[in-house]
């Protein structure tokens, strides 16, 4: 496929949590390798995600410090833009839920549900702290186990026999913030009514069962059959959040269930306004060709195969009338929801509390992006949980990304530079050897970008890796290293043969490792990048300055094809592509594990 709009949906992390690598390969990476190898094949990308700053992971952080929520948010938000850059992730744009037009669209998809009859408003009683005048969120209570009698139960959770709670039953409950006894006491909130729309889901999964991840459908499918859907609150008495557009209810707020999905649909309108061009966001949302990708960890599951196409569908017709009075347009759903399990570390789980995990900013102050990114995607937890182990990433860096794919590229272009005085060299009439290894490698763009396709990315890179092993057999059997003293025109053949393999190999590890395949280029004397920048904004709105990362695709001339490297054009002396490691590092890293940071 070509020019096709394909919407690139990435999970919107929690502004209240540093970013570990069980993040990066759950979502943001395969989102990223997904975009890049689309933009190269001529389609037209958006990628979009953003910090998802409301609710109470924000506040009780907040209240935790003894600072305030919109701190907390900013300073968790910067950090991502700083990691996303230095990770290589291409958002078209990373964003924040604290922005007017997020909140405007998001009530916008509140009132066009509310219009189309979908929404209902149900008193219910919930804790309330008399001290300090205001509800409490479930997670701010705790008491007493109604099921075990643990007596630390947190409000929506026991931890210690794991159960669900409903908070309003707990024993002796306390409150969180100053241990106060929180009285019962009524409130009212509005309801989506998902019973309404559950044909309309089920038609939806139906129709992706034959091409969805069997995990994913199976699961969604499993729970409404079970349960069927229900009615659920999509407001909440909290003050930082977006403010329920109804007369009276503004000191309410929209629950960030409902609230931080519309963000695939507010970025690329904020988007469209930053680019110029205010309606190009239509070609996405309004363009029954379009491809909505969403790229989530398994425990987001039910919230973008269930809930955001009930969202959708329900908001329907409704919200192209309420915010540009457009008629008779409905908004793309899903096509695919390619959810990841996890990645545990060193057979445990991740845990920031217990400092269990390798946090991606500190990792990239001792080691390259590339090597992250290469081992993160042969041990993506695409169909089961997968392991970070620190013997493993020392032994795929070295016998891999080193021994296979760096020196064929450094030893062949070291040589050519050499011998042929920074020229590529003029192989006359290429031989049927030649021929069969450059057809091999050309086949290699329609298999792996299959692979890409299908979101099979550890299938796509170990196909990759194979076709880099091809070209290092080619090299034993021509050995160009000794035929070079008897014989300069038949080394020439093979030198050549192999720099244009290693062209074409460089676009097809692109998506998978950009540094090291935009340094390659260089080397192989392009001057044009293969992808675009991406640059850090400040926008200013009514609710003060958020700061954006973008991607400026300027300038960007990589393409999905076969290389046609030309004779005789100057290249550069390559420095090497990756870095050996010594086997210590295991060690020291694994000491770094469950230690508390300092
Ligand atoms: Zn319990």
């Avoid at 609230?259 to 996405?284: Q, R």
């Amino acid at each position: 496929m070509a020019n096709q709009h394909v919407l690139v949906a990435v999970a919107w992390p929690y502004a209240s949590a540093e970013i570990h690598v069980g993040n990066i390969t759950g979502s943001y990476l395969p989102a990223d390798i997904f975009a890049r190898y689309h933009r190269l094949a001529g389609n037209h990308v958006l990628m979009v995600s953003g910090s998802d700053s409301h609710g109470t992971p924000v506040t009780v952080r907040a209240d935790e410090e003894g600072s305030t929520p919109l701190e907390v948010y900013k300073r968790f938000h910067n950090e991502f833009l700083e990691l996303f850059q230095d990770v290589g992730l291409t958002y078209d744009l990373f964003t924040t839920t604290h922005t007017q037009n997020h909140f405007k669209v998001s009530q916008m998809i509140f009132l066009s549900l509310k219009n189309a009859g979908y929404l209902y408003t149900q008193t219910e009683k919930q804790w309330y702290s008399e001290a300090q005048d205001r509800f409490l969120p479930d997670r701010y209570v705790e008491g007493t186990c109604y099921i075990c009698g643990y007596e630390k139960a947190r409000g929506d959770q026991c931890d210690n026999c794991g159960n669900m709670l409903d908070a309003r039953e707990l024993k002796d409950p306390r409150s969180k913030m100053d241990g106060s006894t929180p009285v019962l006491k009524e409130t009212e909130h509005y309801y989506i009514d998902l019973s309404k729309l559950e044909d309309q889901v089920v038609t939806f999964l139906e129709n992706r069962e034959d091409y969805w991840r069997s995990n994913v459908v199976r699961q969604s499918l499993g729970w409404i059959r079970s349960e069927g859907l229900r009615g659920r609150p999509i407001t909440r008495d909290l003050g930082w959040g977006i403010p329920v557009p109804i007369e009276g209810w503004e000191h309410k707020s929209l629950y960030v269930w409902f609230e931080a999905v519309i963000g695939y649909l507010s970025a690329p309108i904020e988007w469209s306004a930053i680019t110029g061009d205010e309606d190009a966001w239509h070609d996405w949302w309004y363009n029954p060709d379009a491809r909505a990708y969403y790229f989530i960890g398994k425990d987001n599951i039910p919230f973008h195969a269930i809930m955001w196409p009930a969202q959708l569908a329900g908001a329907g017709q409704w919200f192209g009338k309420l915010f540009e009075e457009r008629d008779g347009t409905q908004l793309t759903l899903p096509y695919d929801v390619p959810a990841n399990e996890f990645m545990n570390m060193e057979g445990r789980k991740i845990s920031g509390s217990a400092n269990w995990g390798v946090w991606a900013l500190d990792y990239l102050t001792r080691y390259d992006p590339d090597p992250l990114r290469y081992y993160l995607t042969v041990n993506m937890p695409e169909t089961r949980d997968s392991d970070w182990d620190w013997d493993e990433y020392h032994a795929r860096n070295n016998n891999e990304l080193v021994a296979n794919w760096g020196n064929l590229a450094n030893r062949v272009l070291s040589f050519a530079h050499k011998n042929w005085d920074g020229i590529v060299p003029d192989p006359g009439e290429l031989r049927e050897v030649d021929k069969d290894i450059l057809a091999v490698i050309e086949e290699g763009f329609e298999t792996v970008g299959s692979l890409i396709e299908a979101v099979k990315l550890r299938a796509a890179l170990s196909e990759a890796m194979r076709l880099a092993q091809q070209v290092n057999i080619f090299l034993d059997q021509t050995a160009p290293w000794f035929e070079i003293k008897s014989d300069k025109q038949q080394a020439a053949k093979t030198i050549y043969t192999a720099m244009r393999c290693i062209d074409s190999l460089k676009v097809i590890f692109a998506p998978f490792l950009p540094f090291t395949s935009e340094k390659l280029h260089q080397y192989l004397g392009y001057s044009d990048p293969l992808f675009g920048e991406q640059v850090v904004e400040t926008h200013q709105d009514n609710l003060g300055e958020h700061s954006a990362l973008r991607y400026v695709p300027d300038g960007a001339s990589g393409s999905w094809e076969p290389s046609q490297l030309e004779p005789r054009k100057a290249f550069k002396k390559p420095e090497p592509l990756f870095r050996k490691l010594d086997k210590s590092i295991v060690e020291e890293e694994r000491a770094r594990l469950g230690t508390p940071r300092g």
